[in-house]
């Protein structure tokens, strides 16, 4: 007996809540108690094993705090040759944010409320990267 795998935008949408849940550091105990369900349902969830309906994405929603278009950014779509569809981050976002290093320098970052100081860190960060990108001998 084969075990089906499961749909890419499922597997998408999940690894879309296991990352925000981590972003808020939620275990998915918790997770799971606020929306009714064991964590064993959220494993599932995150992995893509099981849909989500409807009606549980807007409750996930809610208790993750953000919209519902989140869980779908970027998602993989046939119909768009791979292109991202408007307003999605593109893929390599999603995979720095699935790292614990993109997930520890989110949380960070998001705890610094002055603007100018989060401005200089950009440019601190576009700096270094600019000084490794290897150059172009064109």
């Known amino acids: 007996m084969s075990t089906k795998a499961p749909n890419p935008v499922d597997k998408h949408v999940g690894s879309r809540v296991r990352m925000r849940r981590i972003m808020l550091g939620m275990s998915q105990e918790k997770l799971g108690e606020a929306l009714g369900l064991t964590f064993q349902q959220i494993q599932k969830y995150e992995k893509g094993t099981n ?62 409320h002055d603007s100018k100081l989060r401005r200089s860190i950009v440019d601190l960060v576009e700096q270094i990267a600019d000084r490794e990108a290897p150059e172009d001998d064109a």
């Not at 309906?53 to 809610?62: K, V």
């Not at 791979?82 to 307003?87: A, N, V």
């Open 51 to 112: 849909r989500v309906g409807a009606s549980r994405i807007q409750q996930i929603s809610e208790v993750l705090q953000i919209p519902v278009s989140f869980l779908f950014e970027g998602v993989p779509s046939g119909s768009t040759n791979g292109e991202p569809f408007d307003g999605a981050s593109p893929a390599y976002v999603s995979d720095f944010l699935a790292t614990s290093e993109g997930l520890a320098l989110t949380r960070a970052f998001t705890r610094i």
